[in-house]
């Protein structure tokens, strides 16, 4: 089973996909900021990251960059109220740039997308 | 069109040890009173390009004060810049990784700036080069990256990342130092090689760079963004000569060897490099020194005339009865009586004391060499104290006492 790591700092938000990601076969393990993402990132080993861009102590942008020298082998989504970042160079280090809707069907394409390539992948 | 130069300082130049003992490799000086980045520095002002960055990293301080004193000449206020970013760990904790990582570590700084064009230049080459033509070229070909290539021995592949190009200049395949190298078109004893200095499109630099940090590549642009690049963009060698403002010339002078010989280049009568070119000046940082006073020694002591012959001296040069023939001395070196140099190098604030005798020497900074001593007579005796180089230079570092 493969497992989603879910770092948002809106606790309805982290619980809306824990409920909506568990029904759809994921293991889903959570985080509030930047930081604890970082701080579980090697005990939780997710298989992909669900990342909220506007966080306290550790925004999504400088959290991705630390990701990416930590743990180049975990897959990113970003996700977020605004499309605005998408012009931020950072963001293009993500698998994929969705924008935040209750209905996470557009999600949930790019979560089995990401997670179909990355099993493919040697 | 909107065109930063960002400069990479960050270069550890081992093999120029021990003149990078105490300083990074651009930092080393070069050509009597300039340091190596000056070259590089002063091409972008020339050039027009004057939104510049000097990436640094190991030993800066002296680079830094070099930059800091010598370089605050563009007004901030109109736009125009040179600032020193070390090495912040912003995004990273680790030193850079290589020469990609170094400008992929700074991808906040060009976010900010948001430029059309980013001109990669290397901190730590000798040539001057008019980059308004190299940009004219990239834009041409409607380029995403062109690459400045220079025409090269076949025998020196193993230094040099060598480009394969078409017809119409586009490279179609890159080998960092092959040992059977591409050779050119029609010119079977000849490489393209890449001087190691680029102009990247913002975007599709930005987005190799990001790919190549999601890798376990070496980050480097010669190993790894040029291939991956040349696959799927537009990648394109332009000749150095249809560049270069005078002969073309360039050095990289990575080791002792070749620090000598090029120091030595600008002896000649009509040198290939040319210093005194009023259109094109090389700025530095220089202080105030007294003009060059070249006498004789005291009669009462003895009589000897004070000369200097193919020689470059440079403000506040002393010299009082000794004779120096064939080398460089920076600012304020004393030569006394009887003294003799020949074919060296000799940095600031050098004192030769009487009698001394001096050859195929390079003496760093404020060493003072004592009376009667004989340096590069003997190279066994002076590998016991000094640097020798296989080729048969003494270095003496600062700080050392004869």
Redesign the interface.
Known sequence: MAKILVVDDEEHIRLLYKQELTEEGYEVTLATNGKECLEIIDAENPDLIILDIRMPVMDGIETLGRIINKRKDIPVILNTAYSSYKDDFMTWAAEAYVVKSYDLSELKIKIQEIISRKKGSP | MKIIAMILAGGKGERLYPLTRDRAKPAVPFGAIYRIIDFSLSNCVNSGIRRIYVLTQYKSLSLNRHIQLGWNILPNKLGEFINVISAQQ???E?WYRGTADAVFQN??T??QERPDLVLILAGDHVYKMDYRKLIQFHLEKKADLTIPVIEMEKGSSKEFGVVEADADCRIIGFTEKPVKPKTVLGKPESILASMGIYVFNTQPM??RL?ED????SQHDFGMNIVPSMIRSDRVFAFPFEEGSRGKPYWKDVGTIDAYFAANMDLLAPEPAFDLFDRGWPIYTHEESHPPVKIILSDKEVGKSDGIALNSIISGGCEIRGGRVENSLLSPAVRVEMDAKVNNSILLNEVKVSRGAQIRHAIIDKGVEISEGMKIGFNLKEDAKKFTVTESGFVVIPRWIRT
Do not use: G, Q
């Not at chain 2, 940090?213 to 376990?216: G, L, Q, R, S, V």
């Open positions: 912003r995004i990273d680790h991808i906040y060009l976010e930005v987005r990001i940090a999601k890798t376990d």
